[in-house]
């Protein structure tokens, strides 16, 4: 097999990357290693010279003047590898031992044109490791977070090379090995992950210098827009396309929109939402768009349309709200945020739909109960929910009867048609402060406490009624039903309603909730609780 490595200026890091080549598994019988030096100033060209004497066999050394980036001496050197598999790896770089014997066996097992092996960061590099959770002989852009790993740091099958004729682009200053890997991988008759084992570890320089950064705004907008076209250009439209392309608006010119248009003088920011604008129009597709949480969605919408004032708002907005509320309606969920259904400015609902994110979690995170007591005829409940006021109408107070032995049920989703019954009051929700979650107020008389036999006579039973406080959220299809949480909660009443007197007991668990008792007391006990 061929490892290429494109070389410039990576002393001393490229000594430990030639080391780790030579001493693999695999045997250097059946390695070829092509050095490219392009135009190198600080030895690495004396490095390469060096392991070529003292491994005549296994290397090939290009020198040449320096071309401004990796692309042309990754093209040399595919030009001269002669192995059944091509491995590319940065000089800085460097493999586990049993990297390309093991990369190569799964290849051949899996029948696999592209393998991905394990990849970890050294020295601070950050290496996403979402596709690295176990092994997979057979993965695609749709169902895969394939997109995250679109660096060249992989196994290919040369035939796969050699009949598509795919070469790096030249004209890309940076990311060049992305329009190559992508089309690689989407001819690819298979795509495989080895995460089983540490393949590769991406190493940080200490001066940063192996991480490209471009000197403006200008630049960087240009080399992306490059970038994003030369996908395009090799991918047809489509979902592939769009899962592709997600990770650039999301990450890449997200960035631009989020971290630097609002530092820029006004002109820049014009000029630089512009750009973006053209960007967008092309490729910023429906599909890419839904599938983008709401508040990345709306930031690429609005400089888009190139509502910067707009822009400036939701992102001071977003500095400072962690989890603005929600908006039910209907089966629809939206974020708000400034903007939405403002009728001065008119956005589409689209732009601040919950689509990619689910609820639960925001839910769940958002309800915050203060103060749960037993009133003089009321269970009162106060706290705040973090949707807004007008969706009051999805969310109730349920009163869940227990069994005696019975464990509360934890946080829980269920279709609404399959909800337990349960005893049901209206909530209030009112305004706290401005984008913040919705103050919670509700009361449960205590009559509704009081459980009714089975045959439907109202006699109440003798034995202890328990009930677990709950929270309700209906969202589309599905009810959220979920458990009151309050610490140090422990209050008894004695309650008369007509001649027969009543004690509700309330208090909570951290393993229960909130849980209510009630229990009618006999004319004896009632004579001691006097």
């Not at 820049?268 to 599938?291: C, E, H, N, V």
Request: hydrophobic share 40%.
């Amino acid at each position: 097999m061929s490892v290429i490595v494109p070389v410039y200026n990576t002393m001393p890091y490229l000594t430990a990357c030639l080391d780790s080549l030579v001493a693999q598994s695999i045997g250097r019988d059946r390695l070829q290693i092509v050095a490219v030096d392009d135009g190198s100033t600080d030895g690495s060209g004396d490095e390469l010279d060096r392991f070529a004497r003292a491994y005549p066999d296994v290397f090939t050394v290009i020198h040449q003047p320096n071309s401004g980036g990796p692309a042309q001496p990754c093209n040399r050197g595919l030009d001269v590898a002669s192995g059944r598999f091509l491995f590319f790896i940065g000089a800085d770089d460097y493999l586990g031992p049993e990297a390309l014997e093991r990369l190569v066996a799964r290849a051949d097992e899996w029948d696999s044109d592209v393998v991905i092996g394990r990849m970890e960061g050294v020295g601070g590099r950050v290496v996403d490791q979402k596709l690295f959770t176990a092994n997979a002989p057979d993965i695609n852009f749709l169902d895969h977070p394939l997109a995250n790993s679109l660096s060249n740091t992989k196994l290919f099958r040369s035939s796969l090379i050699r009949q598509h004729r795919i070469r790096y682009a030249l004209d890309l200053k940076v990311g060049s090995d992305q329009p190559f890997v992508v089309e690689a991988m989407t001819r690819a008759r298979r795509v495989s992950v080895l995460a089983d084992y540490t393949c590769y570890y991406a190493v940080r320089r200490g001066d940063s210098t192996n991480i490209t950064y471009s000197s403006s705004w200008q630049s960087r907008l240009h080399d992306l827009g490059a970038v994003v076209n030369h996908i395009a250009s090799v991918v047809e439209p489509g979902p592939v396309r769009d899962a592709i392309l997600k990770r650039h608006f999301l990450l890449d010119l997200g960035k631009l929109i989020r971290v630097d248009l609002p530092t820029l003088p006004p002109e820049d920011q014009r000029a630089l939402a512009a750009g973006f604008a053209k960007l967008a129009d092309s490729y910023l597709t429906d599909g890419i768009s839904r599938a983008l949480w709401a508040s990345a969605r709306l930031r690429l919408r609005l400089a888009q349309a190139g509502e910067l004032e707009s822009l400036h708002r939701v992102l001071r907005f977003q500095a400072e709200a962690a989890r603005p509320p929600m908006v039910l309606d209907g089966d629809r969920v939206y974020s708000w945020f400034p903007g939405f259904r403002d009728p001065r400015t008119s956005y589409p609902d689209e732009w601040y739909e919950m689509t990619a994110e689910g609820t639960w979690d925001r839910l769940v995170r958002g309800v915050v109960i203060s103060d749960v007591r037993l009133g003089r005829a009321h269970l009162e409940v106060s706290g705040q929910v973090g949707v807004s006021p007008d969706s009051a109408k999805n969310v109730r107070l349920a009163l869940l009867r227990l069994g005696p032995e019975e464990v509360p049920p934890p946080n829980r989703r269920l279709i609404s048609t399959d909800v337990p019954a349960a005893t049901e009051s209206a909530v209030e929700l009112i305004p706290l402060d401005y984008g913040g979650p919705s103050g919670l107020i509700a009361a449960v008389p205590f009559r509704q406490l009081l459980p009714r036999d089975t045959d439907g006579k109202g006699a109440h039973p003798t034995d202890p009624a328990r009930w677990s406080l709950r929270l309700r959220v209906d969202v589309g299809r599905w009810t959220y039903d979920l458990p009151l949480q309050l610490s140090r909660v422990m209050q008894t009443v004695t309650w008369r309603q007509g001649l027969q007197r009543h004690r509700i007991t309330l208090w909570s668990s951290d393993r229960d909730g909130v849980v209510t008792a009630v229990e009618r007391l006999h004319a004896r006990s009632s004579a001691r609780a006097r």
